[in-house]
């Protein structure tokens, strides 16, 4: 039944099934991939009571809008520990600039395990319900004094909501990943590079290659150096994943194309725009690390011309990034699949109608993998911090991160 006849028949409410790799219903995108085989957990009230995670291990759960949840972690004294939580509002809801989600490992005396690394994430000018994701951090080294020791941590989750935000409760994905310490401390440097290329790269050039992004981290699709071309909806966020090795430094770009491109590549046209307009923070492109730490954003307005956004230049993968004060730098500590999230704000479809755009990105990789850390123990999962002949294969091909999930949109370039 399509969707308007069913509105009048239904007087606005309708359930439409869902098609696998697409939206829910007409004029929505499809909804966030959660990981194939998510445990579902019930966040808690109280600490003590909060459901146990396990490293290696995503689950999925919910934020209300008031109160935080709280989980439980038993880590290890010699193990460092990320806590990646994606928040994730209905379609339509209302956000403002400052809601968002807020993540934290405390020990059994409510200290803050992490309290200089970035662990909140925010809609931001956009106000673009998408999904956003903090990561807290628990990490052990020879000049951290707070967290030691084993034991059991608590995890706990809280929404920042403004009064005109939605009521409804938002979706959660958790992720957990620990990595061991390295081997033997003597000669691993424990200070960040003095100085490393910050000038930024010519963008690759050539003619773009279709590569469909996937609706999640768990779906995403895979790229290497190149230009990649692909259509957005208002509303919708798609999500790559590009394999970055030990001394290898990433640049990326995008391109919105002008609302005139008619759908896309090979996208066909839905409705007409509705003329000029303009809209703040229309494009949002947000990358992560391997353990979904933000690295960096970068946005751009659009007022149905073409658009430019491009992240700022980025440091070479190098395990002593971690002891940078700047984010964007401490955040470039591994080697592995950093994750690339590219959102068109709702907005756009009032302003130029719900026709998706000409996306494209020009991505960059350079300079040539060198050995990384020897750790004294194997990262949970297996191969989080390391690139594979495997991982470039899949990188060439165009892979999706979970093929056969559905988490995909579409088939592989």
């Known amino acids: 039944m399509a969707a308007g006849l069913c509105a009048v028949l239904c007087a606005g409410v309708c359930t439409v099934v869902a098609l696998p790799g697409r939206a829910e219903a007409v004029g929505a995108p499809a909804p966030y991939g959660f990981a194939e085989g998510a445990k579902t957990v019930e966040g808690a009230a109280s600490n003590v009571e909060g459901p146990r995670l396990h490293s290696g291990k995503t689950y999925k759960s919910a934020l209300p809008r008031a109160g935080g949840r709280f989980y439980r972690l038993d880590l290890m004294a010699k193990e460092s520990a990320y806590v990646a939580v994606t928040a994730v509002p209905e379609f339509g809801s209302r956000?403002?600039?400052?809601?968002?989600?807020?993540?934290?490992?405390?020990?059994?005396?409510?200290?803050?395990?992490s309290p200089v690394e970035s662990q909140e994430a925010r809609f931001g000018a956009s106000e673009s319900p998408r999904p956003i994701t903090a990561t807290a951090v628990r990490r052990v080294g020879p000049d951290e004094k707070t967290c030691e020791g084993a034991g059991t941590y608590y995890v706990l989750v809280e929404r920042t909501s403004a009064p005109e935000s939605s009521q409804e409760a938002w979706d959660l994905e958790l992720r957990v990943a620990s990595e061991p310490a390295v081997r033997s401390a003597e000669g691993t440097p424990t200070e960040p590079p003095r100085s490393w290329n910050s000038a930024t790269p010519a963008p690759p050039t050539g003619e773009r290659k279709r590569r469909e992004g996937g609706t999640s981290f768990n779906g995403a699709r895979a790229l290497g150096k190149g230009v990649w071309g692909d259509s957005i909806?208002?509303?919708?966020?798609?999500?790559y994943r590009v394999p970055v090795d030990w001394g290898q430094q990433l640049s990326v770009g995008a391109e919105l194309g002008s609302s005139g491109a008619g759908g896309g590549l090979g996208g066909t046209s839905r409705r007409a725009g509705r003329g000029a307009g303009y809209v703040s923070s229309a494009l949002v492109m947000s990358l992560t690390n391997p353990v979904r730490v933000?690295?960096?954003?970068?946005?751009?307005?659009?007022?149905?011309?073409?658009?430019?956004?491009?992240?700022?230049?980025?440091?070479?993968?190098a395990y002593e990034n971690r002891y940078a004060p700047a984010d964007e730098v401490a955040a470039m500590r591994f080697a592995g699949w950093y994750y690339l999230a590219v959102h068109l704000s709702a907005d756009v479809a009032e302003k130029f109608g719900d026709d998706p755009l000409d996306l494209t990105l020009r991505v960059d990789v350079g300079g040539a993998p060198r050995p990384g850390p020897e750790y004294a123990g194997t990262p949970v999962p297996a191969g989080e911090f390391g690139v594979t002949e495997r991982d470039t294969e899949a990188a060439r091909r165009g892979e999706a991160a979970a093929a056969g999930s559905g988490a995909g949109r579409g088939t592989i370039g």
């Open 294 to 317: 933000e690295v960096d954003d970068a946005d751009t307005a659009y007022d149905g011309k073409q658009k430019t956004t491009a992240l700022d230049p980025l440091p070479p993968v």
């Open 233 to 239: 909806e208002p509303g919708e966020t798609l999500f």
């Open 95 to 113: 956000v403002s600039y400052a809601d968002g989600v807020e993540v934290f490992i405390q020990d059994a005396d409510g200290n803050n395990c």
